[in-house]
């Protein structure tokens, strides 16, 4: 049998985990008064690492700010990164009761960066934020519930899915939409899984972008809508996603859900062989353009391609 607190942690380490946004998030009416805070907002993080320690030297009670300082140090803004540094400060916080700093110390204790790996320690961290109503704790625990294989935590993982979507988690609505679609955890259900996924969509989720556009084509838990669908594909190919550019130059090729274009169909094609995704149907339309038509979609893939280079994160 498994040991639950070590199995839960190396699982967590496997799902790629969320720590990208702030450890810590004070409501709105508290961060206008936050000097801290503000300038860690605006970029001036060496103000916020000065104003975050005249606070603690204050009250060194005061968890916030030991939070914004382990997020300081484990980014390396304002200050040198350094993990053992930014784990003692999430440390000091979660001892105190700050629910970021506890999610925050328990991805820390999975990053042999910190000096003090403990898987063990980290999966009770994680359940303990996520029993809290932390979002990317709930995430990362329904990941590590999913993947057990076990029918009854399906069922505790689209819990804490919900309550990671209802915090903000895109993923998390496209995690809802795809066990919704195979019926695991929950009665299986394609209207249910559309509607999770329009609204991963919604969110800007990239792959739920592509993969609602593909139900929207086909009408799959949603009413058949090809121009949606192409506006869709076309907002992801936008991105530089390769699939959902050869899914835009098939449409361009066809008609369908947008006007035919050879020279667009041509164009994405090309992008999303630059990205390692080739169709021969596609590669057999650009060989049937005249130079000055290759030419013009050879200039256009290569402004996308560019162009989503320099917008990507």
């Known amino acids: 049998m498994k040991r639950p607190g070590r199995g839960l942690a190396s699982l967590v380490l496997m799902s790629g985990l969320l720590l990208t946004a702030p450890a810590f998030a004070p409501p709105a009416a508290a961060a206008e ?3 801290a805070y503000a300038a860690y907002q605006t970029g001036h993080y060496r103000r916020a690492l000065s104003e975050a320690l005249k606070r603690i030297e204050a009250d060194s009670t005061d968890a916030a700010a030991m939070t914004l300082l382990g997020e300081l140090y484990r980014q390396g803004l304002g200050v040198r990164p350094d993990q053992k ?10 001892a105190r009761g700050d629910v970021n700093a506890t999610y925050a110390l328990a ?16 999966g009770v961290l994680l359940r303990q934020a996520a029993a809290a ?3 990317a704790a709930n995430y990362n625990l329904a ?7 076990q029918p009854e935590d399906d069922g505790r ?7 990671a979507a209802k915090g903000g988690i895109p993923d998390a609505l496209h995690a809802l939409a795809t066990l919704a679609k195979q019926g695991r955890g929950m009665p299986r259900s394609d209207i249910q899984a559309a509607q999770w996924m329009a609204q991963a969509a919604t969110a800007g989720y990239l792959p739920a972008e592509i993969e609602y556009a593909i139900m929207l084509f086909n009408g799959t838990g949603v009413a058949a809508d090809e121009t949606a669908a192409a506006k869709l594909f076309l907002r992801a190919a936008g991105k530089g996603n390769p699939i959902a550019q050869n899914r835009i130059a098939r449409l361009y090729q066809s ?10 169909a041509a164009a994405w094609h090309l992008a999303a062989r630059a990205r390692g995704l080739d169709d021969p149907a596609l590669a057999q339309l650009f060989d049937r353009l005249n130079p000055e038509q290759q030419g013009r979609a050879a200039r256009l893939a290569a402004d996308r391609i560019e162009g989503a280079a320099l917008t990507s994160p």
Do not use: F, M, Q
């Not at 991805?107 to 063990?120: F, K, N, T, V």
């Not at 993982?157 to 309550?163: G, S």
């Open 33 to 35: 008064r936050d000097v």
């Open 85 to 94: 540094i930014a784990t003692e400060w999430y440390e000091r916080a979660a």
């Open 107 to 122: 991805i820390a204790l999975l990053d042999e960066a910190s000096g003090r790996r403990d898987p063990a320690r980290a």
């Open 133 to 135: 109503g932390h979002a």
């Open 143 to 149: 990941l590590a519930l999913l993947a057990t294989g």
């Open 157 to 163: 993982a689209v819990k804490n899915l919900e309550i």
């Open 255 to 264: 008609g369908r859900g947008i006007p035919p274009d050879s020279i667009e």
